[in-house]
C-alpha cells in the first residue's frame, strides 16, 4: 500500500505555507495587473483612475504591476517625472523576474544618458534578460559582440547570440558590422 505524502503538523512554520502563500500572491497580482491593463486601455484619458488596482498588484508581488508603475515614473504620465523612482521599481521589478525592466536597465547603463555609463551593470541586466528567455536580450548581446560596444569584439560569440535570437524570433534588420562583410 502506498502512503499519504507527508503533511506538515497542525500550525507548522515551515517552507509550505510560505511556498503556498506566495504562489496565491503571485497568481493573485498577476490577476490584478491584468485586471489593470484592460483598465487602463479603456481609460487611456484617465490613468490615475487605474493606479489603486495597479498598486495593489504590485504589492502583492507583480513584476509586470511594478515594471508599469517604472514607467509611468520614468515617463511622467501620468506622476510626476522622478527617474530616481522609476530606476527603484525597476530595479524591483527586475528581480522578480520582469525581462522588460531588465531589458530597461539594460540600455539605462549602456547609453548612460539617465545614470552613469556601467558596463559591468549593462551586461548583467542583458544575462538577467537572456536567462529569461528574451530573444531581445540575446539580440542586444549579439550586437555587442559583433561591435564590440560594451564587451570585447567577438565575432563567433556575436554569431551564437544572433542565431539563438532568431531562434526566440527575435531578428532586426541591421548591417553586418565590418569585420563580418563579405
Known sequence: PRRPPRQPPPGHKGPWPQRISKMIADETGNALYEKALKLAQANRNNLLAVEPLLRQAAALGSADAIFALGTWYFFGDPFERSVKKALTYYRKAAKLGSVNACLELGKIYQ????????????????????????????????????????????????????????????????????????
Open 111 to 182: 547609453t548612460g544618458e539617465i545614470v552613469a555609463k556601467n558596463h559591468h551593470k549593462t551586461i548583467e541586466y542583458y544575462v538577467m534578460a537572456l536567462a529569461l528567455g528574451s530573444g531581445q536580450a540575446y539580440y542586444e548581446l549579439a550586437r555587442a559582440f559583433c561591435y564590440g560596444t560594451f564587451t570585447a569584439k567577438n565575432v563567433l560569440i556575436c554569431d551564437k547570440l544572433m542565431e539563438k535570437a532568431e531562434d526566440l524570433g527575435f531578428s532586426d534588420n541591421w548591417p553586418d558590422p565590418p569585420d563580418k562583410e563579405a
